[in-house]
């Protein structure tokens, strides 16, 4: 038995009668029978239909009699015209989708959808306006938010674009594909955990570049302090000891007897220099140098062949290598 309560009811009892008077003094089969209660129902097997004309050439719904209400919207209906209105002015969903009377679909009455278990999409699912994926609060570490399980061999797991153009890929061994801007970290720090299973040829990262930039730059404000060139010279300032965090300086002087060398540390534990020539045992002339160290201050001194007279020769170059702490 399909049972119609309400105002609804009442109109199909109204069809039902305007056609059973149609059939003047045939006898019909009881198809209609009025309780004296709430409810007015329909039975012996009738199916309830809707037509949109006089004719009754255009069914638009119909209430199947072995279960399931059917829906035909006609070719004609205009764009602006649903084929379901649902008005719905109470806080009460305007519909909900009930498994042995436990709701598991439902349209609240400001429009959002809720649903329990999976939903399956065949071809693309378009989305006008934010897509927000809100994990529960007690949701287990095991499941995540957003699922994507893709049993194709070549195609990407996930795929970003900007103006139908690709710009980010997760393809489906793992890797992350940015295909234009850049890969930037806003908070927090960018880490790389390489498994204690890999092996050892294995590297944790890899910079693989096909141009002419740099490999790596690390910056500073915007300033770059670090930087690893296409042909793999390290330009910045490299520690001698990971552990100690002492810095090298490196410097070309040209000097006349006695030099202080710059560098910029705060404490000197060694520094050498050594001759930017062939020695010379002209008078006067440059024939080895030394260097001492006095607290924080080089001091780099150019000697004659006697080992003993400070050299006059002015503009001898010179190269000085200073270690210690920035």
Not at 1 to 28: D, I, K, P, Q, Y
Not at 60 to 69: H, I, M, V, Y
Not at 166 to 175: A, C, K, L, S, Y
Request: charged share 15%; proline share 3%.
């Amino acid at each position: 038995m399909t049972r119609v309560s309400g105002r609804f009811g009442l109109f199909l009892l109204a069809v039902a009668l305007a056609a059973v008077t149609a059939v003047g003094g045939c006898a019909a089969r009881e198809r209609i029978a009025i309780n004296t209660g709430t409810d007015s129902y329909i039975h012996s097997g009738a199916d309830v239909v809707l037509y949109s004309d006089s004719g009754r050439s255009t069914e638009t719904g119909r209430l199947d009699a072995a279960g399931g209400w059917q829906m035909a919207i006609p070719t004609a209906q205009t764009t602006a015209t649903p084929g379901l209105l649902i008005n719905n002015s109470s806080v009460a969903n305007a519909i909900e989708v009930q498994d042995a009377g436990t709701p598991v679909w439902s349209v609240s009455g400001s429009g959002a959808v809720s649903q329990t278990g999976d939903q399956s999409v065949t071809g693309d699912l378009g989305i006008t306006g934010e897509l927000a994926v809100a994990q529960a609060t007690a949701a287990t570490t095991a499941t995540p938010a957003v699922l994507v399980n893709s049993s194709a061999a070549g195609s990407a797991l996930l795929e970003v674009r900007k103006a139908s153009t690709p710009v980010v890929q997760v393809q489906n061994d793992g890797d992350v594909s940015v295909s234009a801007g850049d890969l930037e970290v806003a908070a927090g720090a960018a880490r790389v955990a390489a498994p204690t299973a890999v092996a050892t040829a294995t590297p944790a990262l890899v910079v693989d570049s096909d141009g002419v930039s740099n490999l790596l730059e690390v910056r500073d404000a915007a300033t770059p302090v670090f930087t690893v060139n296409d042909g793999g010279t390290v330009v910045g300032n490299v520690l001698q000891y990971g552990s100690s965090g002492e810095r090298l300086v490196a410097s070309t002087i040209s000097m006349t007897g006695t030099y202080t060398v710059s560098h910029g540390l705060t404490t000197v534990t060694w520094a050498m220099c050594t001759m930017g020539r062939d020695p010379d045992d002209d008078a006067g002339d440059a024939a080895h140098m030394t260097v001492e160290v006095s607290g924080n201050v080089v001091l780099a001194k150019m000697w004659q062949d006697d080992f003993v007279t400070a050299a006059t020769e002015a503009g001898v170059a010179a190269h000085c290598l200073v270690i210690g702490t920035p």
